[in-house]
């Protein structure tokens, strides 16, 4: 008799950024026969904050996630079920069969409402994704029928804005399905990817005036899970972006930027030739121009789901074009740009609606060591200069005046080496450098711009040789980022009786920093931990132990 295994999903939002529940088919209790694993997944992040008009719903994962079976190993296993998760207590949960051999398992979530083999659009439920995967290899199926559904072209807006939700997914190899299971860990969730690009303009150029952005030769559709690094071909199924003037309507300017109002784009090959036009005034005078994906050296790029591209005009040194058609036509002319790709990890923030002010952490703790009879700071030469207590992250605009970084307290024994915020117009980053004398205790930093204040507590201990295990309650998360130039595994994280170097909890628990016992005559130094807790507040550890 076939078996059936109900797999728990349980869904969590990214750290720090506020995610909001949908709870939607609610499940019955689970019949005789069945079972429950749990499932826990987690998403990565764009960059923060989200709470802007013109943005998706970009951190919302839907508590009722699709969960297609594929029996096999590897790209060639073959699709046998598909599942959409139910929600009992809060927490979601999906029915399964059993399985003694292995199996790929593929995790969508904020599933469209369709999916597309490329040709036609099908419903996205059980029967449907039944009928068109039978028999379907995992390669075959997320390469040629997983799709989205195609834009229009030309598509009026940005697709998923305002406010609605990206679709996420990933895999997961299991060995099989049965009661041992599980699918992620409380330290390993299975991390789910968007499947749109991200895209703003920004101008540093005081001579011109920004008004607006859209994007020319963008993909119609994409792929609802990436297979390797060889992107979806999609020359011939290419559209632009229209509303309004064809500029303004899309993605507006909003003090020289658009990031309040991004372009949602999906994966595009180099050679696709997908490019933002901008419109703004130079001269009194309004003009189109083209801006290419390319990097530092002029060579386009592919445009990959899950990244933000950032766009920031540095020069514009003439005019660009009359028309939104003639500036798609033709090649770039007249704007110097440079392009910066990254996937900002969270960070603790205030946002005043026009710019927003981010710490790494809010709380820098600096482990130091203790005078011993073998080591002694005088001897050992060693000094705690240049240490990174927090980096703030902001995208404030560059006419603020107020930018400062202030010390107090510290008793003399710390010096504030960064003094004021960078700030560029975009996204920019600063890190705060103090210089630290041994037996320091505490210190306060301030960081203010414009309107918005972040205090940094900067706390100091000793701590011998023999290293020993301290216990940090209500913690949700915790991340060795660096082992300096100790030894991998001199330090450890422990939870209950586990230990590893990230944990990401469902519910705020007891996390233990282990340090190993150094019994060598070198100082291990710059051993870099982070952990956050259920308030959602940072913490940033610098280790150095003597011997």
């Not at 989205?148 to 099989?176: A, E």
């Not at 630290?436 to 900067?458: K, N, W, Y």
């Not at 001199?490 to 990401?504: E, P, V």
Request: some cysteine; overall charge negative.
């Amino acid at each position: 008799m076939k078996c059936k295994i109900l797999l728990g999903l349980i869904l969590t939002a990214a750290i720090l950024l506020v995610s909001c529940i949908r709870e939607e088919l609610y499940y019955q209790p689970e019949e005789n026969g069945r079972i429950t694993i749990p499932v826990l997944t987690v998403q990565g992040h764009y960059e923060t904050p989200v709470s802007r008009a013109g943005i998706a719903d970009e951190n919302f994962i839907g508590k009722t996630p699709w969960v297609l079976v594929f029996r096999g190993s590897g790209d060639a296993a073959v699709f046998h079920e598909a599942a959409q998760g139910h929600v009992i207590g809060n927490k979601s949960y999906v029915t399964l069969d059993s399985y003694s051999s292995a199996v790929r398992i593929l995790v969508i979530a904020n599933a469209p409402a369709s999916f597309s083999d490329g040709t036609l659009d099908y419903p996205f439920d059980k029967e449907n994704l039944s009928a068109q995967l039978q028999n379907v290899s995992f390669a075959d199926a997320v390469n040629d029928i997983l799709l989205t559904t195609s834009l229009s072209s030309p598509y009026i807006g940005v697709p998923y804005t305002p406010g609605q939700s990206l679709p996420m997914s990933n895999v997961l190899d299991l060995p099989r399905i049965d009661q041992t299971t599980t699918i992620g860990t409380v330290v390993s969730k299975l991390m789910l990817t968007r499947v749109a690009a991200k895209v703003t303009v920004a101008n540093n150029d005081a001579g011109f005036n920004l008004g607006g952005a859209t994007i020319t030769g963008a993909p119609r559709n994409g792929r609802l899970y990436q297979l390797g690094s060889s992107l979806k071909t999609n020359t011939g199924n290419q559209t632009y972006y229209a509303g309004g003037d064809g500029i303004s309507g899309v993605s507006p300017a909003t003090g020289q930027s658009t990031a309040a109002n991004p372009i949602y784009v999906y994966e595009s090959r180099a050679e696709e030739g997908t490019c933002l036009i901008v419109k703004g005034t130079y001269n009194n005078n309004t003009y189109f121009y083209k801006l290419g994906f390319n990097d530092p050296e002029s060579i386009p790029m592919d445009i990959v789901r899950n990244n933000l591209y950032e766009f920031t005009i540095n020069q514009i040194k003439g005019p660009g074009y009359s028309s939104i058609a003639d500036a798609m036509a033709n090649p770039a002319n007249n704007v110097e740009y440079t392009i910066t790709v990254t996937d900002l990890g969270s960070f603790e923030i205030a946002d005043n609606g026009n710019y927003y002010l981010g710490l790494s952490n809010s709380t820098f703790l600096q482990f130091y060591p203790a005078g011993s009879t073998l080591f002694t700071w005088a001897g050992s030469g060693l000094t705690m200069d240049n240490i990174v207590v927090a980096t703030v992250y902001t995208n404030a605009p560059t006419s603020l005046t107020t930018k400062s970084i202030t010390l107090s307290g510290g008793g003399g024994k710390v010096t504030l080496l960064t003094t004021s915020v960078n700030i560029t117009g975009a996204i920019a980053a600063t890190d705060i450098l103090v210089d630290l004398q041994p037996d320091f205790t505490i210190a306060t930093i301030t960081v203010s711009l414009g309107t918005l204040t972040r205090t940094i507590q900067v706390l100091g201990t000793s701590f011998s040789a023999t290293g020993g295990l301290t216990l940090y309650n209500n913690m949700t998360t915790a991340k060795i980022d660096s082992f300096g130039d100790g030894q991998p595994g001199w330090l450890q994280l422990k939870y209950n009786d586990s230990f590893s170097d990230h944990l990401d909890l469902s519910a705020p628990e007891t996390i233990g920093l282990f340090i190993s016992a150094n019994e060598s005559e070198q100082v291990r130094k710059n051993g870099i931990v982070y952990m956050s807790n259920q308030d959602g507040a940072r913490l940033k550890f610098n280790i150095i132990q003597g011997y």
